[in-house]
């Protein structure tokens, strides 16, 4: 009995996965299809709730728990009704149907106590929506005191440009669902935002030359806050722009060489001019929100080949504190400017200029502001940089024009920011294309060398191993669930520990061109849509996410098991102290050599090429790995 359960244990871990070959979710011959036209896939009291289609109904909402059974129509709804899953709040779950060719749009909300479904309303929009003529969609939406805002954008087809803009607002319930048209009398185009707890909109005209901001009132009505004649642009935050405590925009005036900078809180008051931009300058449309109620604003020379004319601008919203970094703190001509990350409460950014590349750590205040490394000017980093965070130390990578790459660690503070560490010569022969993720695995950061090379690093004991050469360039997205590494983009992987390696989702007789879309982790499975066959049809597949849970495996760590010589150049010997199988494994996963009963002796490696190899033996699942030289 034991041996058979460590087979099937073995199977798990390390055999042709039969978790790695995804079961397609298609209960009761329903096809659940890809959510891309902006319906979402989401667990709505402990159920799933997405769109699938089946000959008999159609297009539907459908619900079910995770069984092949357990599925079930949320409504009987008409033909060509193109549902869309759209939010949850206030305890219901928001959906949206489309009726007469595209020309109403009904709205539905269900109970999570009874989960029955109410039709809260049926909108008609301003303009027909014909294929041939325009289309809508749903733009920005977020949740503030329990109601749902919703953007509805109709665009030209042809164009792309927008003719009309409504501002959907429920609680789901129909009495408190309303519609606001910002398109029939004047043809404007509202934008709107959740700033320190207030709907504040943002009205413009066609021609983009008058910029009104309102808040709308608990009582449905809209309150003006300000009014600017010129051209206006919106600073948007590189944060989730749902929880904004203030907002900044720049006017820029008719016939006038300065922009206006703005910050507003929400109210009239609290909308004020903080700063003008003077001379050749202009502000660009770059700046972090919501740190430390702090701000960092980049102006530019309009003149985009004039090197050496940027201004660093550090504010907190009001006149008193609004600071000039590039002439009080800085002092160089700078001539290039990166926004890193916040760490423990202080705002990481570099600056590049002909006397040097420095990085800076801010608190948001001008005498908190300090530079915590500097090099010469023959280092930089990349306009974005890829970082990650670990035990409260950022990470990111810098760059010199001799291609060394250096991994620097900061907490923010100018004694505990170093070089971590130099990978020029650690990654093979050449370093091409960089980066490192924002998801980190077990204390691990996961960086990729020519967009295909994946190691991991250990900052805590300063390991760096190399886990997996892929044979072709990708941007590869991170996924963590439940401490389950996956890799995803065009083709999902999965890291498995016991192979020490990632290894493929996908069906058997799937070769490659497949895409990934939509995903969730519902009651350890993992749901994903893919279009595996290439026939623009995506479909709901899902695997179970508990594989990597067994618990009951004999293992024995790498540097216990004898393999000697390591590295070597031809014979292998692994001191067994019985007969097992062997199989050795390249980093792309494939088995390059095995042994169905192995007592020990010489391994001939010679005529496989160098490189690091795994080796796996059977029954009690040791592993261990070797250098081919």
Partial sequence: MKYLIYLALFAIAFGNLSSLEPELYNPEGVTFTDPYSGSKFLEFNNEIYLVGTDEQFGSQVWKFDGTIVGIERVIDLPENSDPAIIDIVNDKLIFATSAQNGERINFWSIDSKDNLSMLLTDFEFPHKRTRQITYSHFGQRFINNDKMYLNVLTRDLNTDSIISSELIVTDGLKENTRKYSFSESNNNVMMFYNVNNKVLTFDYGSSGEKLSLSVLNEDNSFQEIGSY?????????????????????????????????????????????????????????????NFNRAKIIIARNKKVKQIGKLVLILTDGSIEKTFNLSDEIIKDSIE????????????????????????WATDGTENGTINVLSKDSTYSSKSFVMKSIINNNLYFLINNENDDYILVETDGTLENTSEKLNLTGK????????????????????????????????????????????????????????????LK?????????????????????????????????????????????????????????????????????????DLYPNPTRDMLNINVGEPTSVSIIDLTGKVVKSIESYSGGGINTSNLPAGIYNIILDEKTYGGKFVKE
């Fill in 229 to 289: 004649e010129g051209n206006y642009s919106i600073l948007y935050p590189r944060i989730n722009l749902d929880q904004l405590d203030r907002f900044c925009f720049k006017i820029t005036k008719e016939n006038s060489s300065c922009d206006e900078l703005y910050i507003s809180d929400g109210t009239k008051s609290g909308t004020i001019q903080i700063i003008e931009i003077k001379d050749s300058l202009e502000i660009k449309n770059n700046v972090y929100n």
């Fill in 336 to 359: 290039k400017i990166t926004l890193i990350d916040e760490i423990n409460g202080k705002f990481i950014f570099s600056t590049y200029s002909n006397e040097g590349y420095n990085i």
């Fill in 427 to 486: 990654m093979g022969d050449s370093i091409f294309g960089l980066w490192l993720f924002d998801n980190t695995y077990k204390n691990n950061i996961v960086i990729v060398n020519n967009g295909k090379d994946i190691y991991f690093y250990n900052p805590l004991d300063d390991s760096l191993e190399l886990k997996q050469i892929f044979s072709y360039f990708d941007a590869y997205t991170p996924i963590l669930y439940d401490n389950t590494f996956y």
């Fill in 489 to 561: 983009k065009g083709r999902l992987y999965f890291f498995n520990e016991y192979r020490n390696l990632f290894e493929e989702i996908k069906p058997n007789d799937v070769i490659a061109g497949f895409t990934i879309r939509e995903k969730l982790l519902y009651k350890n499975y993992f749901y994903f849509f893919a279009d595996y066959y290439g026939n623009n049809e995506f479909k709901l597949y899902r695997i179970d996410n508990t594989f990597q849970t067994v618990s009951n495996i004999e293992t024995q760590p790498t540097d216990e098991l």
